[in-house]
């Protein structure tokens, strides 16, 4: 038998590639009118920041409304200039319009906190936590008082957390859950066209019972996405429209230092973006808890799964992923028990999503879950293939598996090695093979991955912006996919 893929280093795992996740176009009728329940971090309420070292406010100096202004402490006034909209998208808006920014783009401490044309790019995201701080989405740095100033004109930068008073902020929104009523938008979106998905026999239906076959991309290890393509709103919007996206995976990197748990919050923020952003463009999204050894961090994943069915599991767009890539370890004795814990702690509160289950040897194992699945609703289970390593042999356990009844997600592949094409080389014959056998049984997919970089996986070239337009930046095995998804 061939091996199985070999564990990616941490330097292949910069280098590996997003995988492109889009729906079926099954014709079904679109949903006019309807509102969607979304649940926030931040409410969508106007308020003032209020410093608690200082009891003074943040606020555009001079009520400027210039790009590039550096936001600063003053007496609280209430005016235009100190009052902030959060929104769903976790920005923080001020005058409508500019929106509370990382200038540059800066993830450093020391970074200055500016107003810009809002973009939805990830330097304009925020998490506002119930101990008072406000971390940066893509830097996981906090709103802080220059020097822990307290004085009128005292600038706000971005600065390493500390849980000091200059770093603690008042607002009237807070990140405690708020649930508002929102339309959706256009009813063309995939997530209007097809509402809540379920599992019908081996493979996924939509509300109608139509068969659904997804199509699109997943993020890189979120960890070390740099710029954030898969956190920008105008960059999903993109590719719903350009490549007919339908679902996109959100891979929150779980072990290596600075995924989750090293950094949660920052982890949970940048998962956050991508869930809202996913209900703002109408599509769907895979919460993958992109580990190898997720059994090893079972309370934390439980915990974690826990909090975001309560919040999230509502929704239609959602779905769970709660294992990536399973080393060679037992299915029976450790993948499974792992699967059941999490299973549950996602029923208790989310009755209906789908959840993606992975599977032993790198997602390969599927003939081993259909020998002893896991008891539950809607679940699926994980194949990935990268189709110059990977041929027939593994197509056969997939026939295997949904012989006996398993339905199939295939939530990673690439035209290339196992390693993520570090080679630079595709291998578009045997990734055919897989793209019509896919279609043939109704099985969904997701593409690996959304990043720039020389592996043959990575779907962008160099220089691509961060919102999209990406029709001249493709790279790698981009086109293939691109033309999959279409």
Not at 1 to 21: F, G, Y
Not at 402 to 413: K, M, P
Request: proline share 5%.
């Amino acid at each position: 038998m061939e091996p199985a893929r070999p564990a990616l280093t941490d330097a292949s795992r910069h280098r590996t590639p997003i995988r492109p996740l889009l729906a079926a176009l099954v014709a079904v009728p679109v949903l006019v009118g309807t509102f969607l329940t979304v649940i926030s971090t931040a409410s969508a309420a106007t308020t003032a920041i209020k410093g608690v070292g200082s009891g003074r406010c943040v606020e555009v100096p001079g009520s400027s409304q210039t790009n590039g202004t550096q936001v600063a402490l003053r007496d609280c006034t209430g005016g235009a200039n100190q009052t902030f909209n959060t929104t769903s998208s976790r920005q923080l808006q001020v005058y409508g319009t500019k929106c509370l920014n990382a200038a540059g783009g800066g993830t450093t401490a020391g970074t200055a906190v500016t107003i810009w044309d809002c973009n939805g790019s990830a330097g304009q995201q925020w998490n506002v936590n119930t101990d008072g701080t406000i971390r940066g989405v893509q830097s996981g740095l906090c709103l802080d008082a220059t020097g822990a100033g307290t004085a009128n004109g005292t600038l706000i930068v971005l600065w390493t957390c500390t849980g000091a008073s200059n770093q603690q902020w008042t607002t009237t929104g807070g990140t405690n859950p708020t649930t508002t009523t929102t339309t959706p938008p256009a009813g063309t979106t995939p997530v209007a066209r097809h509402g809540q998905l379920r599992v019908c026999g081996t493979t996924m239906c939509d509300r109608t019972g139509a068969r659904v076959q997804l199509r699109g991309v997943s993020s890189f290890w979120l960890n070390w996405e740099n710029p954030g393509y898969s956190q920008n709103l105008s960059a999903l919007r993109w590719m719903r429209d350009n490549w007919n996206l339908q679902v996109i995976r959100a891979a929150m990197g779980v072990e290596p230092s600075g995924a989750y748990l090293s950094d949660p919050n920052r982890a949970r923020a940048q998962v956050e973006t991508i869930i809202n952003n996913a209900v703002a463009a109408g599509v769907y999204v895979i919460v993958d808890y992109h580990a190898h050894e997720a059994h090893n961090s079972r309370s934390q994943a439980v915990a974690f799964f826990s909090d975001l069915a309560r919040r999230y599991g509502h929704l239609p767009n959602v779905i769970w992923e709660p294992y990536n890539e399973p080393l060679q370890v037992s299915w029976t004795s450790v993948i499974k028990p792992y699967h059941q814990a999490v299973v549950s702690a996602i029923r208790a509160a989310d009755p209906d999503n789908i959840i993606v289950l992975g599977t032993p040897n790198w997602s390969q194992g599927v003939d081993q879950a259909a020998a002893s699945p896991v008891s539950g609703t809607n679940l699926m289970y994980t194949l990935h293939f990268y189709s110059c390593s990977h041929g027939s042999w593994l197509r056969d356990r997939g026939n295997t598996a949904i012989r006996a009844g398993l339905a199939l997600f295939v939530t990673e592949w690439g035209a290339s090695h196992a390693d993520g094409g570090t080679d630079g080389r595709t291998c578009l014959p045997e990734a055919q093979a897989w793209i019509d056998w896919m279609r043939a049984n109704g099985v969904s997919w997701t593409a690996w991955k959304l990043h720039t970089g020389s592996d043959s996986t990575n779907l962008l070239r160099a220089g691509a912006p961060v919102s999209g337009g990406w029709s001249n930046y493709l790279h790698g095995h981009a086109p293939f996919v691109v033309a999959n998804m279409r």
